[in-house]
């Protein structure tokens, strides 16, 4: 399987946004569900944000109201934009995608918010 390929993490400050991108391998078509997870030191991975074929989203409680989660089915790309980062939401982002030939992880990408 080739795993999805994130982009867009950083170093921002406390306050600002953050659009993360993830390129799912393969055709839309193949790609039923795609999700965002995060892990922060010390704690266990948790889900973020999931988006499914036909547009259906959910949330982390922690991330309803500032983050929001689209599917660019032409592109095969998924993105997540987070607004009004806190310091809590440091963690490495993980984008995951199931398709039609099982599940695969990308490799994470740092977010890092701070002052």
């Known amino acids: 399987q080739v795993q999805p390929v994130e982009s867009g993490g950083g170093l921002v400050q406390p306050g600002g946004s953050l659009r993360l991108s993830c390129v799912a391998s393969?055709?839309?078509?193949?790609?039923?569900?795609v999700s965002w997870h995060r892990q922060a030191p010390g704690k266990q991975r948790e889900l973020v944000a999931s988006?499914?074929?036909?547009?259906?989203?959910n949330y982390a409680d922690s991330a309803k109201g500032r983050f929001t989660i689209s599917r660019d089915n032409a592109k095969n790309t998924v993105y997540l934009q987070m607004n009004s980062l806190k310091s809590e939401d440091t963690a490495v982002y993980y984008c995951?995608?199931?398709?039609?030939?099982?599940?695969?992880w990308g490799q994470g990408i740092q977010v890092t918010v701070s002052s």
């Open positions: 393969g055709s839309s078509s193949n790609t039923y569900v």
């Open positions: 995951r995608q199931l398709g039609r030939n099982g599940v695969s």
């Open positions: 988006i499914s074929t036909g547009g259906t989203t």
